[in-house]
């Protein structure tokens, strides 16, 4: 062979090496990664924005480069709300009308919540090393990172998933996070011991310091402002009560959701029987309104819990609706 065709090969396998370097193996069986996540598939994951919830671990997402895809978050599962549950899937839950019911009722609560965090957000996504790159319906398999937390995990610390069982490397760490879930019975896992949980909201006092001898109440959630609620922050809105006798000081106390968005009050006092209003938008505090300053809604109106605790971090009471 002369010099010229022995170039001429070694430039074509250059070429060609370049091409099959740049791009991710497809997984076993299937579908490979979307080019829009061809160069940044490892590491921190890939930027897309979600422009469809379809449900708590389904979401349609948009590529930089304008390719859309539907992702299927990777290792859990939320219960359904476009078809029947099967209680038997989450541990303990009774394999009853009224679990499958309860299951319903928290899976309705995990669109919600996905739609809150993640409808219309640039998030990035990101491929397990272990797992396939697409499930058996053609949809992306990976995780969802918000902020750098990952969204699949908190899922289930929430108690609105279960792990889906399957090989991925954050196994271990999912589990441990459903397993404190469970044994704390939050989200869905209060199905066990009672299947009409989440149908009602009732408040409930905690114990301990602060005011779990019952002297404060969180009277009202105002979760669905009129409109868009984003655009509507001031109409977004709990209302506390100091049920006691003494004047209540909630200097450093804390008023959190379930996705563990946080205020805290400054130097404030609550008269006994009166009230303060906490509007999610911003405005000018007094004594009966105080304004978190947030840019977008955090109540969720399909469901949430407002969870208010002193200044030592003790629950003083805590409602869900």
């Not at 859990?76 to 989450?90: I, K, L, M, R, Y």
């Not at 995780?143 to 609105?160: M, Q, S």
């Not at 996705?259 to 009166?274: K, M, N, Q, V």
């Amino acid at each position: 062979m002369d010099r010229v065709a022995v170039a001429l090969c070694l430039a074509a396998i250059a070429v060609l090496a370049g091409c099959v370097g740049g791009v991710p193996a497809p997984e076993a069986g299937g579908s490979g990664t979307p080019p829009g996540a061809a160069s940044t598939v490892a590491g921190d994951g890939v930027r897309v924005t979600v422009v469809r919830v379809v449900d708590g671990d389904t979401m349609e997402v948009r590529f930089d480069n304008g390719t859309a895809d539907t992702v299927r978050l990777l290792g859990v599962d939320t219960p359904e709300v476009h078809s029947a549950n099967t209680p038997g899937e989450f541990e303990g839950v009774p394999e009853t009308a009224a679990g499958e019911r309860c299951l319903r009722r928290y899976g309705e609560r995990a669109s919600a919540f996905a739609v809150e965090r993640l409808a219309g957000e640039t998030v990035r996504l990101r491929f397990d090393a272990e797992s396939d790159r697409r499930g058996y319906y053609g949809r992306l398999l990976a995780y969802l990172l918000v902020d750098d937390e990952n969204f699949n995990r908190r899922l289930l610390a929430n108690g609105l998933a279960r792990v889906y069982d399957s090989r991925f490397t954050e196994r271990e760490r999912f589990y441990e996070a459903e397993s404190t879930a469970r044994e704390a019975g939050a989200g869905l896992w209060a199905c066990a011991t009672d299947p009409t949980a989440g149908a009602t909201a009732t408040p409930s006092l905690g114990s301990g310091s602060g005011s779990g001898d019952g002297r404060l109440r969180v009277v009202e959630v105002n979760a669905d402002a009129p409109g868009d609620d984003n655009e509507n922050l001031g109409e977004e809105y709990v209302v506390l009560e100091n049920a006691g006798e003494e004047p209540l000081d909630l200097s450093g106390w804390t008023v959190t959701d379930e996705a563990d968005h946080s205020y805290t009050f400054g130097e404030f006092a609550l008269g006994p029987g009166e009230r303060v209003t906490l509007h999610t938008g911003s405005g000018t505090d007094s004594g009966t309104s105080v304004y978190w300053g947030r840019s977008r809604a955090v109540w969720n109106n399909g469901g949430d819990t407002v969870t208010v605790r002193d200044a030592d971090g003790d629950v003083a009471a805590e409602r869900s609706y």
